[in-house]
């Protein structure tokens, strides 16, 4: 069936550096991308998207990959500050369909 | 732009009552709605979809007599429990798709924390 899954269920990271959270997918006909970011009691919080003609797209801080052979996107979070500490989920869909489909998240923390 | 509400943020009610959630598209059109379901430490779980005017799309599993889900107007869905128990005690969200940005974006609201004693 349908999945996406992270890899690590925890990220510490020190701050001022650089997070890599990544996810795997398993629907190869999923050709939309989303990354979210959930704080503690919140709703999730769009941060970055990519659709499958793309293997990279840029944002503020923010960089997602993806790598549709191995059905595997990261997103890269640079400079790390305390307010990025957070539950991060990848998403993915396919285009033609309405809903999307969770992975399990990652939380992550950041040192001082 | 692009806000979706949710009313209420949290709700604490007796097993065997009934508990209403409303979702609102405050400054857009919402063709379609979803409703999910997360418990602690979980990711998020697509309960249904509904859509403006018909009838909601159950995920497997989700109980449709249990989860009633209505869309009357494009800025308003709600998902009413029914019958609550202990293992309904859940954090609630919904989201909207708006009319004019295609089947890919999706707004979510900040959720209602549901418990159940």
């Known amino acids: 069936g349908e999945s996406v899954g992270l890899h690590l269920p925890t990220l510490s990271v020190q701050e001022g550096d650089n997070s890599i959270i990544n996810c795997a997918y398993s629907n190869s006909a999923s050709d939309y991308f989303i990354w979210y970011k959930q704080e503690s009691g919140k709703g999730p919080q769009f941060i970055i998207d990519i659709r499958s003609n793309m293997d990279k797209r840029q944002g503020q801080r923010v960089t997602v990959l993806l790598n549709k052979t191995v059905k595997h996107l990261s997103l890269q979070i640079a400079a790390t500050q305390p307010g990025d500490s957070a539950v991060y989920f990848c998403?993915?869909?396919?285009?033609?369909?309405?809903?999307?489909?969770f992975g399990s998240g990652t939380r992550l923390s950041i040192r001082p | 732009g692009a806000v979706v509400s949710q009313h209420p943020s949290w709700v604490i009610c007796k097993s065997g009552t009934s508990v209403k959630i409303e979702c609102r598209s405050l400054d857009f059109q919402a063709t379609t709605m979803f409703w999910y379901r997360q418990f602690p430490k979980q990711s998020l779980m697509l309960m249904a979809t509904?859509?403006?005017?018909?009838?909601?799309?159950?995920e497997q599993g989700v109980e449709k007599d249990k989860f009633l889900i209505n869309h009357a107007s494009l800025t308003l869905s709600t998902l009413t429990v029914t019958s609550a128990h202990p293992e309904d005690s859940s954090f609630y969200i919904c989201?909207?798709?708006?009319?004019?940005?295609?089947?890919?974006?999706?707004?979510f609201g900040p959720g209602t924390r549901l418990t159940v004693l």
């Open positions: 998403a993915s869909k396919v285009s033609s369909a309405s809903k999307i489909i």
């Open positions: 509904s859509n403006e005017g018909s009838k909601a799309t159950y």
């Open positions: 989201s909207a798709s708006p009319l004019e940005s295609g089947r890919d974006t999706q707004y």
